[in-house]
Nanobody, 123 residues
Framework: QVLLAESGGGLVQAGMSLRLSCAVS????????MGWYRQAPGETRRELVA????????DYSDSVKGRFTISRDNGKNTVYLQMNSLKPEDTALYYC????????????????WGQGTQVTVSS
């Protein structure tokens, strides 16, 4: 069973930075692509904001491109999301998810999600 433990969220002012971490267990981490999603208040849909493949290839949504950076440490089975120049519209519950790349696109794996970590950005 894959377990995902997100951490690093908090309450910050606009323009500040946060780094989220996600510890992964129950899978061969180095062979797994990873994605960071967020779910804004009042929304039922989770938005994919960043993904990273097994060879370090990365993709970002237009809403965070140039501000967020995804990275991974295979020795620690951990994926990170460095978030700079935060905006109030970045306020959301952030989740990580295992997945795969097919045809250059990231797809999440089936299975449960972690608890997420809350990011709140005040104006």
């Amino acid at each position: 069973q894959v377990l995902l433990a997100e951490s690093g969220g908090g309450l910050v002012q606009a323009g500040m930075s946060l780094r989220l971490s996600c510890a992964v267990s129950g899978t061969i981490f180095s062979s797994t692509a990873m994605g960071w999603y967020r779910q804004a208040p009042g929304e039922t849909r989770r938005e994919l904001v960043a993904s990273i493949g097994t060879v370090g290839n990365t993709d970002y949504s237009d809403s965070v491109k140039g501000r967020f950076t995804i990275s991974r440490d295979n020795g620690k089975n951990t994926v990170y999301l460095q978030m700079n120049s935060l905006k109030p519209e970045d306020t959301a519950l952030y989740y990580c998810k295992t997945g795969n790349y097919y045809g250059g696109n990231y797809y999440p794996s089936l299975g449960s999600w972690g608890q997420g970590t809350q990011v709140t950005v005040s104006s």
